[in-house]
């Protein structure tokens, strides 16, 4: 009978060492599954986003794509959207959401203010903190030269701060944006010739 | 069988983007673009879930959720909001409105997934 006592007491030692494993094993995969879904939800937003900006001609739809990422994939509602002006001196505002239109309407480069500044250094800029004044300034360039800008300021409440996903959206906007607006004037250039 | 979800947005981009994070596997998708075209759906095709975004042209995601809930054939379906207004009275507009649940955008993909889970169960 003792030697009984003792297997089945072995027996539940073994049991409950395999329960911890198992248990162990269990949340290092829920874990891991986590981080599988973020990653799935990273590349459908790069995805998403680049099949937006070139699955039309139109510029209004092409403008209309780069607000709805920046909106909801980015998660801000105030940003401008700029085309750079023929003689390289200024941007001019095209769209916009959540922002005084007019007084951001054109933007003199090299002006001393946050975004002349940020567009004469034509580089990306990203505000320490998520600010009102400017928050992120993304250039759009072809050919190495800047023909449009994002400018944001400002995030959702809700969303804390600029993540990695953003950084990366933000590259995919300031090539592949640029290729699609670059594209759509040309088109609307050719038909109205 | 797969759970349906009705997925209610004006934004194509929002709209793909839950396309391609919920697994076409487990779920069965359809879409809608406003309001009113959620409430027609909700009433033909019966889904399990509706997954709703409040600013919407013809009719609110709010209205719409008060009409899917005011129709006996849809009262019980779960819905959440997807909005980029996640302040508290918006939030509660929601509620009051009749919402199961309510998320803000950026969605998060792993949030909006296990609040599927939870009220769809696991597949």
Redesign the interface.
Known sequence: MMSNLLTAGVEEAVLRERVERLESENVRLADRL?EI??Q??KL??L???L??LHETLDRKVVVR?IK??I?????S?KMGIFEMTADGEAMRLVDSMGIDAQHYSVIHIGDGGLLGSAAARGELFISPAANDHLTAFIPLRMDGRIIAAIAVFGL????GSLEPVDFELFDLLSTQGAMALYCSSASFRVGHA | MKKRILLVDD????L??EK??LDKSIYELTTATDGDEAVRKAIVEQPDLILMDVVMPKMSGFEACRAIRDHRQTHDIPIILVT?R??AENVEEGYESGCSDYI???????EL?SKLRYYLGEA
């Open positions: 986590a879904e973020q799935n939800v459908a937003n995805y998403v986003s099949l937006q794509a709805e990422v909106v909801n994939l980015v998660g509602e959702l409440p809700q969303k | 934004s194509n981009t929002v793909l983007m391609m994070v980029t996640g302040e803000t955008k950026p969605i998060n993909g792993p997934i």
